[in-house]
Structure formats: structure tokens, C-alpha cells
């Protein structure tokens, strides 16, 4: 692990904070007592100065050999989506040999058995779905192009999602999209 060892614990700066959170029964209503904090993290942060709760415990659990991460946005979702085109939470991949519609061809590209690729360029992590098409000249990087989605030629898609049955026109130039 990455930390510094302390007399009292570890401090770790390596973690992620998934935000799931698990308490006794009491707390949600000391929650609910002080309304003006809107946030977990800030009323955790008030049990540990309040003098009234010194008593109160908090345990953390690490999880060391599996993956865990909390989407609440659209930034969050394409980092999870880029872990796991990554393989970063393998077994849970696009081409499990349970869901058969997706080839690995290394680099984190998954293709569809039904996507057609004409000579576009397909960088890192990308996913295409079932029967979308990809131009000529076109390039794709950091992206999942979803289900019958037709991208023309000398397309850019770069940290983007593309959902299902979208067209491309040529030319155009995507990116965090």
C-alpha cells in the first residue's frame, strides 16, 4: 500500500472514496438533526469535533483486490467506462465469453461482431457497438460509439460517448463529449 505508517494507523493517499456508507441505526436521525449539513463527509466531520459523540467509533474498510467506485456524473461514468475498457476490473469486460458481441483486439478496443470499420483509425479504450459504422479517415480515441450509430468520414471522437442511432456528419470534431 501507498502511506505513511503511524503509531495510531496508516494515512493513505492511494484511496478512493466510494461513498458507500454504512452505519448504526442512530445516525441517520443525528443526520437529520443537524439540517444544515448537506453532505456526509461534513457531518463526519462534526461527530469527530463534537464533543457529545467523542464516544462514537468510525471503521473503514479497504478493498484490496477488487474494484469499487461510485458515478454520480458524466465525468465519473466515462472514468469507470475507461477502467473498465482498461480491464482494470476484469472479469467485467465488453467481451466475456457470456455476452459474445464484442472482439478484444488488445489496447482496450472492443469492436462488435457487427460494427464495420472502413479504414478509420481506432485508438486506446474504445468501444463500438452492433452494427455502427466508422469512416474513412475517421479517428476514435478514449470513447464508446454506441448501437447502429453511423460515423462518416474524417470524423474525431475523442473522450466521448456516442449513445445509440446517432449520425456523424463528416468533418466533425468531438471531444468530452
Not at 73 to 89: A, C, E, F
Request: hydrophobic content about 30%.
Amino acid at each position: 500500500s501507498s502511506g505513511i505508517n503511524a503509531e495510531y494507523g496508516d494515512f493513505r493517499y492511494d484511496l478512493m472514496n466510494t461513498y458507500v456508507i454504512i452505519c448504526e441505526a442512530h445516525v441517520p436521525s443525528r443526520f437529520g438533526d443537524h439540517f444544515d449539513i448537506q453532505e456526509m463527509e461534513s457531518f463526519i466531520k462534526n461527530i469527530i469535533g463534537d464533543e457529545e459523540l467523542c464516544s462514537e467509533t468510525i471503521y473503514m474498510h479497504t478493498l484490496d483486490h477488487s474494484y469499487a467506485a461510485r458515478v454520480c456524473n458524466l465525468w465519473t461514468y466515462h472514468s469507470v467506462t475507461q477502467d473498465i475498457m482498461g480491464r482494470w476490473v476484469y472479469p467485467v469486460v465488453p467481451d466475456r465469453p457470456s455476452h459474445d458481441k464484442y472482439i478484444y483486439r488488445g489496447d482496450g478496443v472492443y469492436l462488435s461482431h457487427s460494427a464495420k470499420n472502413y479504414k478509420a483509425q481506432i485508438d486506446k479504450n474504445v468501444i463500438v457497438g452492433p452494427e455502427s459504422t466508422l469512416g474513412r479517415e475517421s479517428r476514435v480515441s478514449d470513447s464508446v460509439i454506441g448501437s447502429r450509430c453511423e460515423i462518416k468520414s474524417d470524423v474525431h471522437i475523442t473522450n466521448s460517448h456516442v449513445w445509440d442511432e446517432v449520425t456523424i456528419e463528416s468533418g466533425c470534431r468531438i471531444d468530452g463529449a
